[in-house]
T-cell receptor, first 117, second 110 residues
Framework: EPEVTQTPSHQVTQMGQEVILRCVPI?????FYWYRQILGQKVEFLVS????????KSEIFDDQFSVERPDGSNFTLKIRSTKLEDSAMYFC???????????????FGNGTRLTVT | QKEVEQNSGPLSVPEGAIASLNCTYS??????FFWYRQYSGKSPELIMF????GDKEDGRFTAQLNKASQYVSLLIRDSQPSDSATYLC??????????FGKGTSLLVTP
């Protein structure tokens, strides 16, 4: 079964450094997302991306964050100057359609655990 | 602020019993509703989807939706130790975002 793959599985960085989290969505999917989950907290929506542009973003997704689809397969999340509070599990997800259903569910990757020290 | 509320638990049920998990949401414009299972340190996996009032059954799982009361529930029949996980309720409005609750921790004891 096709899956969303994320690299690295764990990233440690120092406060103020830039990090890029990488994802390869399922190949025929058209919608791409980033969610994050701070330890012990709920899964939070960051951004959705369709047709090479952001379709929706949350209040969390401020100017420190950016997303890019640099080629036909990768989808990246960049955090420009990391803060301690950016420490979380970051999940990439993709879906065939924007209207989620059983036929077009959200497929999550295994996540990248980001630790900011 | 669009809220999705769940009792954090833990909810403990004996093996073979019915586990009942509840969720309320604040946005009356919500259109579709999802239950995800999340094992510790893993990503969420979809187990149920419902968008119309009433019950929807899939194997041992039944989702129930009452839009007037803004209430979604998940019943797990014949609970197994492997069902022990955190169950996340997620709600989608007209946009692209899924709004998740904090989840209910379920423990099924042998």
């Amino acid at each position: 079964e096709p899956e969303v793959t994320q690299t690295p599985s764990h990233q440690v960085t120092q406060m103020g450094q830039e990090v890029i989290l990488r994802c390869v969505p399922i190949s025929n999917h058209l919608y791409f997302y980033w969610y994050r989950q701070i330890l012990g907290q709920k899964v939070e929506f960051l951004v959705s991306f369709y047709n090479n542009e952001i379709s929706e973003k949350s209040e969390i997704f401020d100017d420190q964050f950016s997303v890019e689809r640099p080629d036909g397969s990768n989808f990246t999340l960049k955090i420009r100057s990391t803060k301690l509070e950016d420490s979380a599990m970051y999940f990439c997800a993709s879906s065939l359609r924007g209207e989620l259903s059983y036929n077009s569910p959200l497929h999550f990757g295994n996540g990248t655990r980001l630790t900011v020290t | 602020q669009k809220e999705v509320e769940q009792n954090s638990g833990p909810l403990s049920v004996p093996e073979g019993a019915i586990a009942s998990l509840n969720c309320t949401y604040s946005d009356r414009g919500s259109q579709s509703f999802f239950w995800y299972r999340q094992y510790s340190g893993k990503s969420p996996e979809l187990i149920m989807f419902i968008y119309s009032n009433g019950d929807k059954e899939d194997g041992r799982f039944t989702a129930q939706l009452n839009k007037a009361s803004q209430y979604v529930s998940l019943l797990i029949r014949d609970s197994q130790p492997s069902d022990s996980a955190t169950y996340l309720c997620a709600v989608k409005g007209s946009g692209y975002a899924l709004n998740f609750g904090k989840g209910t921790s379920l423990l099924v004891t042998p």
